[in-house]
């Protein structure tokens, strides 16, 4: 039986680890030819594992996304692009009292990567996507809300949906579908790293922060990458078609409490 995404090509950015790789997994595994790129040089790597795991057709791409040189070159040879997952991103706390020599750096970077890399990957992907085509843009519950400390990287989520209304507007004339995915906390290492931040300045244990933030959720634990993968999987498909301009929150319903 013809699955889905067999023989369409989706691209996902910051598929090395965590969330991407998850996602990446879950579209080889539906039959998709998957495109991994990412800033780390290890990506072959990720790309043997998941092609074995899958038995799909994966492909390594290394490439800094918030580099223009970089993202035109990673997707010269793809042909046609069906799904773009703009998913890279990376976080770290900005204080706004804290010393401006080493934050304003923090504070450029986050917005060059999470900003700027989304903008120039769904720029050049877009140039091989045609009607029928979707995109899929990593933002964050922080996207929606606020969370102290994190002023850099909270604004670039924001961002990051004000792009994804934007492009759907710009793009649905020409048939390509925009969307957000809003993911709650994933267990990944970048988030558990804001966790122990977080949990420092609570003076409470990074176990008892988990717990707290598994009880604001309507149900279940903290997820997994692997949970969260699914939202993507749903917004490509066909039982989206009429869906674009939308920001879904993947968080277990941590954001209604
Ligand atoms: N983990 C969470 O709780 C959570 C929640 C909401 C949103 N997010 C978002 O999910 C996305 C993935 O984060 P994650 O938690 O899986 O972290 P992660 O670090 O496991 O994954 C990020 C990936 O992006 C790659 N990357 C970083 N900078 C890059 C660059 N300049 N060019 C290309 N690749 C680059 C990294 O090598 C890595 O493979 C991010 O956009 C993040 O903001 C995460």
Redesign the pocket.
Known sequence: MQREYTNKNVVV????????RAVATAYASEGANVFL????PRIEEASEAIAAQTQAKVTAIH????DANHVERAFSDIERIDVLIA?????AATPIDGPMNVYLEKFKRISE??IT?TYLTIAFARQRMAAGSSIVI?S???GKTAVPDFAAYNAS?HANLGLMRTLAKELGPHGIRVNAVC????K????MESLRILANEKNCSEEALLKELSEEQCFGEVQS?EDVAFAYLMLTSKYSINVTGQAINADRGALLT
């Open positions: 950015t910051g598929s090395f680890s965590g969330i991407g790129v990412d800033a780390n490439c800094d996304i918030s998913n890279a991103g990376i976080e990567v999470n890399g990593t964050s519950i922080w989520k993911p709650g906390w994933v990944t290492g970048p988030a990458p």
